[in-house]
């Protein structure tokens, strides 16, 4: 039977959760089947397994997103509200923590020293992602789209031709439903009935900012306030979470250093803050707002970027699922959705090995050879392991930071 609990008790499981939520998607999802169902009945296990095949097909991160479906399969659309917040809240608080003492940390010597490690094991981390993605995809058509999203993100970076990883993404998916032989192209767009030949109302309803906004950056760049622009480069970034929360490194990467937020090393440090505290990965957008917000004043600001940075990656997924589920069951087993998913999924990992291979370079070259020498070995026994998937990434980044103090109390 199945049982209702108050308000009061769903805040405070899906904080509880939100808590010990390590070990990424997978272990948060085992984590509420067994707190939800098991232990409390809240909801049918034909409903758990619903949700969360509609949560795969979405962008932004499963298990945010399956916290947001139980809530509103329990209380409605206010306990999708609650448990979403309730979820991500202990990891956001725990970033914020972090990211002060990381911001201070900047002014300690041999800090960068001790940073050093830990940079190398999430590029590693990284790089395991990235062939994991490709390795499940072994198909010529997902490789040639791989290619093609590494080969237009390069041109992106070193020529003057400006092809921003929305369109390439967007690309990917177009060509995996073309690949498919599919006759109901325009069904994809789910235009209605009679706006077939409406040119205006196809382009602002189906990828107002995926092509338009990101190439006049510089213009909008100009006009709009730091929270703003917050809000809009991670806004975005969530309407392409596919695959893992690692997706996030591609998406944001460019834009955070062209825009001074961070810079390269300071990114990597951002998504190693993201695995180290409980939670989806995607709240390293956390740390990014703050220091943003901090460099501009107080850490009161930092705090209020935080929160809007965090807010805009993860308001795609309150919108979907809170409002659009009636819509999201409808077309959930249509199988030019699948194909599009696909086709951006096989154009993910070439957007992340474009990004990865010059940041490998800047980490793990040394002050000289013999350092060098050392930080190459690292890099490969973690990439082997990040690819093996054998120690979950929050481990080898703690065990990372653990080497990092014992090399710097030891050594420096």
Request: contains cysteine; charged residues 10%.
């Amino acid at each position: 039977m199945i049982v209702s609990p108050t308000f009061s008790e769903l805040s405070s499981i899906f904080l509880r959760i939100g808590v010990f939520s390590f070990g990424g998607p997978y272990a948060h999802i085992a984590m509420f089947k067994d707190e939800i169902i098991i232990q409390r009945n809240w909801v049918s296990e034909q409903e758990f397994d619903e949700g969360l095949g509609i949560c795969e097909i979405l962008p932004g991160p499963t298990s945010s997103q399956l916290a947001i479906f139980l809530g509103t399969k329990i209380k409605g659309f206010y306990g999708g509200l609650i448990s979403g917040i309730c979820f991500l809240l202990p990891g956001f608080f725990i970033i914020l923590l972090l990211s002060q003492l990381w911001r201070q940390g900047q002014s300690i010597d041999k800090f960068s020293v001790f940073l050093s490690i830990p940079q190398i094991i999430v590029i590693s981390i990284i790089w395991g992602f990235a062939l994991n993605l490709l390795n499940k995809r072994s198909q010529v058509w997902q490789w040639t789209t791989a290619s093609f999203v590494f080969i237009g993100s390069i041109i992106d970076r070193s020529t003057s031709l400006h092809l921003p990883i929305t369109l390439l993404l967007l690309l990917a998916g177009i060509f995996g439903i073309y690949q498919s032989n599919s006759k109901r192209f325009l069904s994809f767009f789910f235009i209605p009935s009679g706006f077939e030949h409406s040119y205006v109302d196809l382009n602002s309803f189906c990828f107002p900012s995926f092509l338009t906004a990101p190439i006049f950056r510089e213009d909008i760049s100009n006009l709009l306030s730091n929270s703003l622009k917050l809000f809009y480069v991670f806004f975005k970034a969530g309407l392409l979470v596919f695959g893992g929360g690692l997706v996030i490194v591609p998406l944001l990467q460019t834009q955070v250093i062209e825009m001074g937020w961070l810079d390269s090393r300071s990114f990597i440090d951002a998504i190693a803050i993201g695995q180290l505290s409980p939670g989806p990965v995607v709240l390293s957008s956390a740390f990014i707002g703050f220091q943003v917000g901090a460099k501009e004043g107080t850490i009161l600001l930092g705090t209020f970027f935080s929160l809007i940075s965090t807010f805009a990656i993860f308001l795609p997924s309150f919108i979907f699922i809170l409002l659009g589920e009636p819509l999201i069951k409808r077309i959930q087993n249509k199988v030019m959705i699948d194909n599009y998913i696909n086709g951006v999924l096989s154009g993910i990992p070439g957007a992340i090995l474009a990004v990865v291979i010059p940041m490998t370079g800047k980490v793990i070259v040394g002050k000289d050879i013999f350092q060098t020498c050392i930080y190459s070995l690292l890099f490969f026994i973690s990439l082997i392991i990040s690819f093996k998937q054998s120690i979950k990434p929050y481990k080898l980044v703690a065990i990372s930071i653990a080497l990092g103090m014992a090399i710097q109390t030891l050594f420096l």
